[in-house]
C-alpha cells in the first residue's frame, strides 16, 4: 500500500504538471491541466486519509476482543463464517494468491480509473462521486479509530492469514501490537469498489456497465478469503455509502427547485 508521505509527493508532481500545461493557455492545453490537477487532488486525498488513520488509530486495546465480538455477532446473523468461505479456496493456492494480489493492488487504482472516466465523459457525476468518496472515506477513517482486528488476528474466527502465506502482505509483522492493522471495520476496499459501481451505473451509458457490479461483489469475497476482513465490514461499508449517497440525492431534489428560479 502507497504511504501517504508517497502519494503526497505523486500528488505534487501531478500539480506542477498541471502548472506547466496551463502556462500555455491552449484550449487543448488547458483540459489537459484541469485533468492533472483533478489527478493531484484525489491523490492528495488519499494521502490525507493515510495521514487521518495514522494519527486516528493510535490504540491496540481491546481488539482481538471486538473481533471476537464480530464472530459472534455474524453467528447471530447466521451469516457464512469466514472459516467456511475461505475453505472454499484453501485447496485452490493459485485462486488464493490471486485474491492475495488483488488485495494489495486494486482498490484504488480501480477507483483512479472510475474518477478519471466520469471527469472525461460524464463530468457532472465527477463531482458527485467525489463528494461521496470524501465524505464516505471520512466517516470511515473516524470509526477506523476504534480498532477491530481483523479475522486473521482473531483464533476464533479460525481464518489462514493469506499474505504470510504467500508473502505477499500489505502489513508488517506487528500484528496486534500495531494500530495500523486494526482498521478492518468498516473495508474501505468494499465501500470504494461499491461508489465505483454505483458512479459507473448511474452516469448511463452502455447497457455492459452492469457488469461493473462484478467489482464489489469480488471484492467483498476477496477481502473475507484473505483474512483482512469479516463479512460485516464489508456490510457497514454499504451501509455507510448508502446513507451518504441518498443524502446527496436528497440535497441535490431539495436544492433543485431554487436553482429553477435563479
Known sequence: MVSWQ??????????L???LAFIPATPRLGRLAAWLWQSAVIIWLYALWQWLLDRLVVATAGAE??????????????????HWTQGLVLSH?????TADRFYAWADFPGLGACLIYLWWFRRRRYWRARTALIWTTTAAAFIQALPVAPPRL???ARVVDAGS????????????????????MPSVHVLWAALVALSVIEAGGSRWRWLVVLDPIVTIFVVVVTGNHYWLDGMVA???????????????KWRAPSLGQD
Open 238 to 252: 454499504l451501509l455507510l455509502l448508502a446513507l451518504v449517497w441518498t443524502a446527496q440525492t436528497a440535497v441535490a
Open 93 to 97: 493456492p493459485l485462486i488464493l494468491e
Open 17 to 19: 504538471a498541471a502548472v
Open 165 to 184: 502465506v504467500f508473502h505477499y502482505a500489505v502489513y508488517s509483522a506487528g500484528g496486534l501490537q500495531q494500530p495500523g492493522q486494526l482498521t478492518s
Open 65 to 82: 476482543r471486538r473481533g471476537r465480538w464480530v464472530v459472534h455477532f455474524e453467528r447471530w446473523l447466521h451469516l457464512p463464517s469466514e
Open 154 to 156: 482473531v483464533p476464533l
Open 6 to 15: 508517497q502519494a503526497g509527493e505523486v500528488g505534487l508532481v501531478l500539480a
